[in-house]
């Protein structure tokens, strides 16, 4: 079966730098894969999604790469702010309706 | 962008109960809707596929008696947690993308959620 890892399960950077976020996929081949944000108690809201033909894609101070050679997805946050500390959810697609499976997501806290 | 509304957005229940959570597209049509569910540090968990006039497609796992889902408008979309129990607890969230649309975007829409406590 599909199966989807965000390596860290927390992150900690100073205000200012860049955070760098990884999901790894095995046993699939996704159409495109799409991150999320997820604040506590609240549901997800959609940052970007990027096609298995596209290699990187950006919104902002957000840039997704996508590396299907080695099932990889990195998502940036540059110059990042306190406002960004959230949970980071990455997902990919698995049906002909679009419906996602979704990783554990990722922490992320930027302290001042 | 697109709004999905949910209804509650907590409950708590006695084991035994049932309780429906709502869910509303407000600004647009949507044909199918997601429902997942969460707990605690752990990623979002697939549980059906609602789509309108006709049966949810359960997920692996999911009984679909104790779930049931009811997509009976192109806006709104039910589940009943029947004779919940204390393991039932859980944040229900659901999702949908915009009819009439192919899933070329597969952007997903979701609510704020349901955080239902079964004492």
Redesign the interface.
Known sequence: SQKIEQNS?ALNIQEGKTATLTCNYTNYSP??L?W?RQDP??????LL?IRENEKEKRKERLKVTFDTTLKQSLFHITASQPADSATY?CAL?V???????????TKLSVKP | GAV?S?HPSWVICKSGTSVKIECRSLDFQAT?M?W?RQFP????M?MA?S?EGSKATYEQGVEKDKFLINHASLTLSTLTVTSAHPEDSS?Y?C?A?KAGRT?N?????????S?LTVL
């Open positions: 399960e159409a495109y799409q999320y108690g609240r549901g997800p809201v959609f999604l959810l697609d049906g002909s309706q679009g419906n996602l499976i979704f990783g554990k997501g | 999905v949910q199918t997601f997942y540090k752990q990623s979002l697939l596929t789509n944040f969230i999702s993308n899933t975007t597969g952007e997903l829409f979701f609510g704020e959620g955080r």
